[in-house]
C-alpha cells in the first residue's frame, strides 16, 4: 500500500510540475462514456500540436459538471506544452486534484510506519525464539 501510494504521489506531483513549467490550455472532447459500478469510465480527447491525445484517468466529474457527461461534452484541460500527455482539468492544482495530495501522502507515510513497526516486531520475535530455542537445547545436551 505504501509503494501504491508513493509511487502515485510521485506521479502526481511530476506531472503537476510538468504542466505548470508550460501549460497550455486546450479543449478536450467526451468521446467515450461506459457505465461501472459506482460511476461511469470517461474517455477525454485534445490535441496538442497537432498530435492527438485521450486519457481515461481524469477527474472529470470533480470539476464543474456534477452529472456524468456524454458523448461530445467539451471539456477545458491545461496539459503540458513539452509533456502533452500530461494532463489536468482547468482549474484543477494536480491531476487528481488538490485534495487527494495530501491524503496520498498521509495514507503513504502511515502505510510506512505500519510495515516498519511491523517487520521490527517480526524481527525482535524471531530473535527472542531463536534465543529461547537455543536455551532449551542446552538444557537436553547437558542432562
Not at 1 to 13: F, P
Not at 19 to 37: E, Y
Request: with cysteine; net charge neutral; hydrophobic share 40%.
Amino acid at each position: 500500500m505504501a509503494l501504491v501510494g508513493g509511487c502515485s504521489l510521485a506521479v502526481e506531483i511530476s506531472d503537476a510540475r510538468k504542466i505548470d513549467a508550460s501549460p497550455v490550455r486546450v479543449h478536450g472532447v467526451v468521446d467515450r462514456v461506459v457505465q461501472v459500478k459506482g460511476g461511469a469510465k470517461i474517455r477525454v480527447s485534445y490535441q496538442v500540436g497537432g498530435q492527438r491525445f485521450a486519457t481515461e484517468d481524469l477527474p472529470v466529474l470533480q470539476g464543474a459538471m456534477r452529472t456524468t457527461p456524454t458523448v461530445g461534452t467539451a471539456v477545458c484541460l491545461e496539459a503540458s506544452a513539452e509533456h502533452p500527455e500530461s494532463v489536468r482539468v482547468c482549474g484543477q492544482r494536480y491531476p487528481g486534484g488538490d485534495d487527494k495530495i495530501p491524503a496520498w501522502g498521509l495514507v503513504t507515510a502511515a502505510s510506512t510506519v505500519g510495515v516498519l513497526l511491523a517487520a521490527g516486531w517480526i524481527v525482535v520475535a524471531t530473535q527472542q525464539e531463536r534465543r529461547d530455542n537455543r536455551g532449551s537445547g542446552s538444557a537436553v545436551d547437558s542432562t
